[in-house]
């Protein structure tokens, strides 16, 4: 297809059965000028012979397929940098987008010029597409910030509250940034950091776009050790705190120490005993003055209480 308005992006690594529910959500759009592009990160499984059987199925569908596992942020890059549209929407292999999904964010671009990024909360459904809950409940709730200084705090402070797999962009956001290629978790929550403080402008729609799947057959990058994910959370702090500094960007200097203290307050709610007691101390001693630290003492008192009770109980 010549000059789509919008190309969709699809990346995906052995998602044989869930790929096909994925495309034709976007087949099925009352927006009907795109393309898609798939991006095959290397699977071993039969995607390959799916996504021929798709490019098949619609002109509108083309696929690029890497030999080296390479992750969701390069491959999505990938496919940014073959896409012809004037905008790009992001799309995951595993979610559902909801018909009016492209149409409200096309909508949203007209409405101000001066947007170059449009993303909604998502529904989180279970294995039979029941909805469970709603992210975020603060763009839910309408009580998202516009201004990009204040998104910046928001996404520093409280970890990444911007679903990656709704956003669209004007293509010419892609000019300067880019996913970083590692680590693979949270490649969304540094890109969109590096947009906030740069200045750039986002529109929230606060009614979900996409159903997300989390019931007990959903595997993610997210899903692994804990361990694992912490450490690409805290290493992201870490660049994003490089990378302001190195684009001379000194207005959220005050903030860093907060950050990791709330980064490990949020990972110490996954211990009980020693460890997570001393990760409450750690994040103390990052940040004396964090608010969080005394809800968190609480917390962890309560859930400590509430266990020896249970073991009590059972002897």
Same mark, same amino acid.
């Given at each position: #297809? ?6 969709? =992006? ?5 998602? &044989? ?7 034709? *959500?976007?087949?099925?759009?009352? +927006?009907?000028?795109? &393309? %898609? ?5 290397? *699977?071993?499984?039969? @995607? ?6 798709? &490019? ?49 964010? =096309? ?16 529904? +989180? ?6 909805? /469970? ?13 516009? &201004? ?12 990444? $509250? ?11 956001? +892609?000019?300067?940034?880019?996913? =970083? ?7 969304? +929550? ?11 402008? #986002?529109?929230?729609?606060? @009614? ?13 990058? #997210? ?16 660049? /994003? ?19 990791? *203290?709330?980064? %490990?307050?949020?990972? *110490? ?15 103390? @001693? ?20 509430? $266990? =020896? ?7």
């Amino acid at each position: #297809m010549n000059n789509p308005l919008v190309s969709v =992006i699809i990346a995906t690594h052995n998602r &044989e059965d869930l790929l096909p529910q994925a495309v034709d *959500s976007i087949l099925n759009q009352t +927006w009907q000028d795109f &393309e %898609i592009i798939i991006v095959d990160d290397c *699977s071993s499984d039969s @995607s390959p012979d799916v996504i021929r059987r798709l &490019e098949k199925k619609d002109p509108r569908i083309r696929s690029i397929r890497s030999e080296q596992n390479i992750g969701p942020g390069a491959s999505r890059n990938l496919g940014i940098n073959q896409a012809s549209g004037d905008f790009i929407a992001i799309m995951d292999d595993d979610d559902l987008a909801e018909p009016e999904r492209l149409k409200s964010e =096309i909508s949203a671009f007209e409405l101000d010029p001066e947007v170059m990024l449009v993303f909604s909360s998502v529904a +989180w459904v279970d294995d039979n597409l029941q909805v /469970i809950n709603t992210f975020p409940g603060l763009l839910v709730k309408n009580m998202f910030p516009s &201004e990009p200084g204040e998104v910046f705090n928001l996404l520093y402070l409280e970890s990444n $509250k911007i679903p990656n797999a709704t956003i669209m962009t004007k293509k010419s956001l +892609w000019t300067k940034f880019r996913y =970083i290629e590692i680590p693979w978790v949270g490649e969304d +929550w540094y890109l969109f950091l590096q947009l906030a403080a740069s200045g750039v402008k #986002m529109h929230a729609i606060s @009614s979900p776009l996409l159903q997300v799947r989390r019931g007990k057959a959903h595997q993610g990058l #997210m899903d692994g050790p804990p361990t694992k994910v912490f450490k690409a959370q805290r290493r992201v702090l870490g660049m /994003i705190k490089t990378w302001l500094a190195q684009e001379g960007i000194h207005g959220f200097d005050h903030l860093h120490k907060l950050a990791l *203290s709330n980064q %490990i307050l949020r990972e *110490s709610r996954h211990f009980v005993g020693f460890k997570g007691l001393g990760m409450i101390l750690q994040a103390f @001693s990052q940040s004396p003055f964090n608010p969080k630290v005394g809800k968190e003492i609480s917390w962890y008192l309560n859930k400590l209480h509430n $266990k =020896i009770s249970t073991t009590l109980k059972k002897s």
